[in-house]
């Protein structure tokens, strides 16, 4: 952690509601963390798509962000519409709870949320234009890339 904080890399740290680590693992993380003044992410609920193993309370809670797990404790999915699609399906979140999950509700969890997450008049504008009928097809259809560009900062970048 100090060289990671050092580097720049970390801005907070989730700890993982798994066996991943032992509780004096987790213990020291928290200590050194605090040290480095690295903020612990939010106990707000999250879903990530290895299995969905998650820290819902229940499928009805609402403000859950949805992550692509791809981290050592959930496995290498890079595709938060897969995400999405899994929390529908598995959780039986609507497609706008999905949206949000991954966008609103996402940034929130990360502390960025008066940021990013949403398109809002001074917020930065992070987005991704799709080629999709509806938003529905961003959860339904999973294994196609329909992504055509994003903006970072409002700088937009054409993937065609």
Not at 24 to 44: G, H
């Amino acid at each position: 952690l100090p060289y990671l904080t050092e580097a720049n890399l970390v801005d907070q740290i989730l700890l993982p509601a798994s066996d991943l680590f032992t509780q004096k693992q987790l213990d020291q993380i928290i200590e050194t963390a605090a040290k480095l003044q690295i903020p612990l992410a939010s106990n707000m609920p999250f879903i990530t798509p290895r299995t969905l193993e998650t820290n819902i309370a229940s499928k009805t809670e609402k403000n859950t962000a949805i992550a692509t797990g791809y981290n050592p404790e959930n496995g290498a999915n890079l595709s938060i519409t897969l995400a999405m699609h899994l929390a529908c399906q598995q959780y039986s979140l609507s497609v706008e709870e999905a949206l949000k999950g991954a966008t609103i509700h996402a940034a929130d969890r990360l502390g960025i949320a008066t940021q990013t997450g949403s398109l809002e008049i001074g917020k930065d504008a992070y987005f991704a234009l799709y080629a999709i009928e509806s938003p529905a097809d961003l959860v339904y259809q999973t294994g196609t890339r329909p992504c055509q560009g994003i903006a970072l900062k409002g700088q937009y970048i054409s993937f065609v």
